[in-house]
C-alpha cells in the first residue's frame, strides 16, 4: 500500500504525499528542511561578533567597564644601567694618591745628585709651589714633601740642608736634583754632577748658626724647612731665652750657609751671639 501511496503522490502531489504520511515522518521530514535552510544562511563575520557586547539570555547586554582615570600609574623604577663606573666626588689625583712610606730612623741614601735652575724658573713644582732657582730646595723622587735633607757632597765634605718640594731626577742612577741655591752650597755648579750622602736632618730644635737679614726686625726670624707663623722658642749659651715667630720670607743665598742657619735681625743676633739653641715651645 505504501508503494501505491508513494506513486500516488508523484501523480497527485507533494501535499498530498505529506498528508498520506505518519506523523513522525513529516516532523523528520520538517527537521530536514530547517537544516538546510540554516546551512545556506550567510555566516556572520568575526568583527561584529568581536564588536557587539554579549547578550546573556535574558537579561540586557554586558558592557565592559570603562578605563578609569582617577587610578595613579605604577611607579616603576628603571632598570639601573649596567657596565657604567661611578667615580666618587673628589679631585683625581686624591682618588688614586699613594700614602707616602714612613722613613725609618737613622734613613740615608747615597748616590749621584745633579742641579737643576734656568729653565724651571717660575713653573710649580710637584708640590705646587713656585720654583725658585735661589732657594735651598731639592726634587727626589719618593721623600714626602717638605722633608728636610742634609745632602753631603762627598768629594770636598760640604753639606747643605734642603726642603723637598719636587719629584725628580728621572735620569737613571741620580737619587736627588738640587736648586742651584743648594748646588752652589755644595760646589756642584762647575761639576754638574757629583756623589752624595743624604740624610734626614731633622726638625728645627737644636743648634744652629746666627745669621743677619737686614730685612727683618723685631722677632721675626726665617727659620728653613719652618711654616710661616710657627712660635720657637731661641735659648742663648747663657741661658736667657725669648719666643719669636717664623715668618714667610726665603733664606738668603750666601756662601756658608747650608739650611740650618737662624735668621734674625742685627739687634737680636747681638743678644744671642753665634749659636743659638731653638726649641718648639
Sequence with gaps: MQGVAWRRGERIGYHRLVRAQPASTVIWLTGLLLLAVSACA???SNRATQDEPATPAGGEPVRSAPARTDVPPLDVEEPEERGTLTLPDVPLVAAFAVPEPALPLGWREEGIA?????NFVGRPTANGEIFDPSQLT???QSLPFDTRVRVTNLD????????INDRGPFVHGRIIDLARG????IGLISSGTAR???ELAGGPDGERPVRVAPRLSGYDVIVPGVAPGTLLVLTSPTGASVVVRAVP????????ADGTDVWMSESLATR???IVTVQAP
Design 114 to 118: 745633579s742641579w737643576y735652575g734656568p
Design 156 to 163: 770636598n765634605g760640604r753639606s747643605v740642608v734642603v726642603r
Design 138 to 140: 731639592a726634587a727626589h
Design 42 to 44: 550567510p555566516a556572520a
Design 182 to 185: 743648594a748646588a752652589e752650597v
Design 272 to 274: 744671642f751671639g753665634a
Design 196 to 198: 752624595v750622602r743624604l
Design 249 to 256: 720670607l726665603d733664606a738668603p743665598v750666601v756662601p756658608g
